[in-house]
């Protein structure tokens, strides 16, 4: 059973979380070509090659969508826009079907009482800039806060909430060193300059936006809690290692102006010529902190070159995704937000929530009561934290609509929705009536 929203404190905010790439259907409405069609389309890195050109229709399903978000009483949608559909390459003319698509879409939100909170960036960067080199080119720092005032010059006025860049750990180290999301570059000089660029790019749209009085800017960073594989020094050593390049990097350099030692160790020596000049920028104010939290990874001491480290399988039960159930890992890392990083500033769960396949029932019900559990243990972990002095004021479950999992294709279901890919039906599932239950104002 989910808790309800009284046992949280007054204000509390509750939202659920998609992306434009995963959810739109990037094939209409004028957007340009992206890194992830190129990428999707290369054989081998996407299962069954699926793409983002028709994904859940949300392009021209938004009503309906926008309706199950009120309807599960929540109170704040996060959404991204696509830096392709805005500007088609990336810069220059933009395509304005797709200014008008958001136009629309945030109006949308405000009708039905729900607070918009953007992401400028969540993955799919324009194959015209991919050409120039993308996040290992410098320039993408001033692309990127341009992007972000054309945007913002339509939107900005309704939006509760900017974030520039989703989970850049996901935009640095897992697409350019592990080589799993677009553009699948695998080269450590590659990964030391978008690791690095785009945090530059974070900050320098943070800028731009304050220059436009846009309000309410946040930082979302995505963390796995490491622990060693045994006791071993060497285990420990290496975890620290991971935990450095994971967990520290993005957050230390926003909120520190500093990247880890341990990190720079392996990557200080291909970083750009320059780049101690741009931590001010990098480190330029947020108003809070946002955190994508699913799991955990035991990690053992590996005999290779830098990092010197390997994940190993861990015992607990694990979700579709494989990934191990650990709300822990929650309460501990919004313990040390609290202390290290966010020092006071609100932190936001931003992403939260558990892959599990299930298909409907003949009586069209979807019965998901391990999402139901997964989310009541992590709420928990939040109420733990919130008890013990950490400062958080909102939590978004990943997701709203089954969606288009990355190199995964279709096939790993976060949704509170079941959304059958043929027919774009949605069904809500028992875990989106559990939430609507726990969310209701009785007042
Ligand atoms: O689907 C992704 C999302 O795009 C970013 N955060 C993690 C989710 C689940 O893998």
């Given at each position: 059973m989910l808790p309800a929203r009284a046992q949280f404190p007054d204000g509390f905010l509750f939202g659920a979380a998609t992306s434009a790439?995963?959810?739109e259907g990037h094939g209409q409405g004028g957007a340009g070509r992206t890194h992830w069609d190129d990428f999707a389309e290369t054989p081998g890195n996407v299962v069954r090659a699926e793409t983002g050109a028709k994904a859940c229709d949300h392009y021209t399903r938004w009503p309906a969508d926008l309706d199950l978000i009120a309807g599960a009483n929540l109170d704040a949608y996060r959404f991204s826009a696509s830096w392709a559909r805005v500007l088609p390459d990336g810069r220059g003319a933009p395509n304005m079907e797709g200014l008008d698509f958001y136009d629309r879409l945030v109006d949308g939100m405000v009708e039905r009482g729900l607070k918009p909170a953007l992401t400028l960036y969540h993955w799919e960067l324009p194959s015209a800039l991919a050409d120039l080199g993308g996040w290992r080119n410098r320039d993408i720092a001033g692309w990127f806060a341009d992007y972000a005032e054309v945007l913002l010059a339509r939107i900005g006025d309704r939006l509760w909430?900017?974030?520039?860049?989703?989970?850049?750990?996901?935009?640095?180290?897992?697409?350019?060193?592990?080589?799993a999301h677009a553009p699948g570059v695998r080269d450590i000089r590659a990964t030391a300059r978008a690791m690095h660029h785009v945090l530059l790019a974070h900050g320098r749209a943070i800028q731009a936006m304050r220059a436009m009085d846009q309000p309410n800017l946040g930082a979302v960073c995505n963390l796995e809690w490491a622990d060693p594989a045994d006791a071993s020094p060497e285990a420990a050593a290496a975890t620290a290692r991971y935990d450095a390049i994971y967990n520290r990097w993005f957050v230390d350099a926003i909120f520190r102006g500093e990247y880890p030692a341990l990190a720079l160790e392996g990557l200080g020596p291909h970083m750009p010529a320059g780049w101690q000049d741009d931590m001010v920028v990098i480190g330029t104010p947020v108003d809070w902190c946002g955190l994508n939290y699913?799991?955990?990874?035991?990690?053992?001491?590996?005999?290779?070159?830098?990092?010197?480290?390997?994940?190993?399988e861990g015992p607990l039960p694990k979700t579709?995704?494989?990934?191990?159930?650990?709300?822990?890992?929650?309460?501990?890392?919004?313990?040390?937000?609290?202390?290290?990083?966010?020092?006071?500033?609100?932190?936001y769960i931003t992403e939260n929530g558990m892959a599990e396949a299930g298909?409907?029932?003949?009586?069209?019900?979807v019965e998901d009561p391990a999402r139901i559990d997964y989310i009541?243990?992590?709420?928990?972990?939040?109420?733990?934290?919130?008890?013990?002095?950490a400062n958080v004021q909102g939590y978004f479950c990943w997701s709203l609509l089954d969606n288009y999992e990355w190199s995964f294709g279709y096939e790993k279901r976060f949704g509170l929705v079941h959304v059958d890919f043929d027919s774009l039906k949605r069904t809500p599932k028992s875990s989106?009536?559990?939430?609507?239950r726990a969310l209701a104002r009785n007042d």
């Open positions: 790439y995963q959810i909430s900017v974030v520039p860049i989703n989970e850049p750990w996901c935009v640095g180290w897992l697409s350019h060193f592990l080589g699913y799991t955990r990874k035991l990690v053992a001491p590996d005999p290779g070159p830098w990092p010197h480290y390997a994940e190993v579709q995704m494989g990934w191990e159930i650990y709300p822990e890992g929650l309460e501990k890392f919004l313990l040390r937000t609290q202390a290290e990083h966010a020092r006071g500033l609100p932190i298909p409907p029932q003949a009586q069209g019900t009541s243990r992590h709420l928990a972990a939040v109420q733990r934290a919130i008890a013990a002095g989106y009536h559990a939430l609507a």
